[in-house]
């Protein structure tokens, strides 16, 4: 198999299980069709490498979404940085507007950031309830959940 028909077949998959999944999605979601759903889920996918987080990764950015917050992720700024990201990203790049950054920009990024997994995409279509708005890696791949800023900030810390 070539490794354009392995993208393919991939990508296909992807959209027949979204395809599938939308339809039973969540009342009430700030996400009007299957691409936008698709573009959460990208996110979604690259924050955290742990399954069982990404419903409440999810409910956070829900949750800002109909806040009219910034969605402030790393990973849409570290996609809109392209070839200049080495591996760092400082304060100058999370100010740097992009169409990709979430930190300078409302809403969701114009396009996905990566092909999501399964979870990810049942995640942003099924949200964790809650009232968390943020959340920061504790360091361990894991998350810190906080309801405000104040929070936030101590977890930062």
């Known amino acids: 198999m070539t490794d354009v028909r392995f993208l393919r077949r991939a990508w296909q998959a992807m959209q027949d299980y979204l395809n599938a999944q939308w339809p039973g999605r969540d009342e009430g979601l700030p996400l009007n069709s299957p691409y936008e759903a698709l573009t959460l889920a990208s996110i979604v996918e690259k924050e955290t490498g742990l ?50 950054n979430t930190y300078t920009r409302f809403g969701l990024p ?11 995409i049942f ?17 361990d791949g894991s998350h810190q959940f906080s309801e405000t800023l104040e929070e936030h900030n101590r977890a930062v810390r």
């Open 123 to 139: 995640a942003s279509l099924h949200p964790a309830d809650g009232k968390s708005l943020y959340f920061v890696d504790k360091g």
């Open 110 to 120: 114009p396009t996905p950031i990566a092909l999501p997994g399964k979870d990810a």
């Open 51 to 100: 399954a069982a987080e990404r419903p409440t990764i999810a409910g956070v950015f829900i949750r800002r979404l109909k806040k009219g917050m910034k969605l402030q992720t790393d990973p849409t700024v570290i996609y809109g940085m392209g070839e200049n990201f080495d591996g760092n990203i400082r304060r100058k790049d999370l100010r740097q507007d992009t169409p990709y």
